[in-house]
């Protein structure tokens, strides 16, 4: 599977420089949203299987559709580029089809911001309810254990692209945004090195 992933300089002098890269910690990412990657990661484990060393602890993002099936490579730009980044690169890269679990790019971001991908009436009014108690704005490891348990099982949802929904996802998957995780990427997967750099005005 041919996909596409934006990283740091960094990312890629190491890569050149141990032949393999994969997320060992916790800081690639704000620790509000950990239980978001937890559960990530743990999905991974059931659909793809466990990581292949014990010091991978979470997944390593790409593109397999930026736009669309018609425009699936990212654009270089220095827009597709982190805040704190000056200079990154984008990766052309080669993984096995059985070593990646694609979702909905735009799906992701519901459970990313804690919320339920859900059109059950009496789950959302108990998690607007809850909300509501907050002030409106909470972080997800604050919701109840049975909230959290219960939202958390409509996630699936990310993983189905081949179901339209007007509410959630209005485009068939080939003009969906759609990512890529997978848990380590090796020096020989690369087949394409393209650096960005912002223009420092």
């Known amino acids: ?105 735009c799906l992701w971001h519901i459970p990313l911001n804690g919320h339920p991908i859900s059109e059950d ?6 998690f607007d309810s809850f909300r509501a108690t907050l002030g409106g704005s909470c972080d997800f490891c604050d919701y109840p254990s049975d909230l959290q348990r219960d939202i958390m099982s409509t996630w699936d949802a990310i993983f189905d692209l081949r179901t339209k929904n007007k509410r959630w996802t209005a485009k068939a998957m080939w003009n969906r945004p759609i990512q890529a995780c997978f848990w380590e990427l090796k020096l020989e997967q690369v087949l394409k090195v393209e650096f960005v750099e912002k223009i420092m005005e």
């Open 121 to 126: 009436k009496k789950l959302m009014r108990r």
């Open 1 to 105: 599977m041919k996909l596409w992933t934006v990283q740091s300089v960094d990312f890629y002098y190491a890569l050149q420089k141990n032949g393999v890269v994969y997320c060992d910690r916790e800081s690639w990412f704000c620790q509000e949203y950990r239980p978001m990657y937890d559960w990530m990661a743990i999905e991974m484990c059931k659909r793809i299987g466990n990581p292949p060393q014990t010091e991978i602890r979470y997944p390593l993002w790409a593109w397999f559709q930026y736009n669309s099936r018609k425009k699936p490579k990212p654009p270089i730009s220095p827009n597709i580029l982190g805040s704190e980044d000056n200079i990154g690169v984008v990766l052309e890269i080669e993984i096995p089809d059985n070593e990646v679990l694609l979702s909905d790019f």
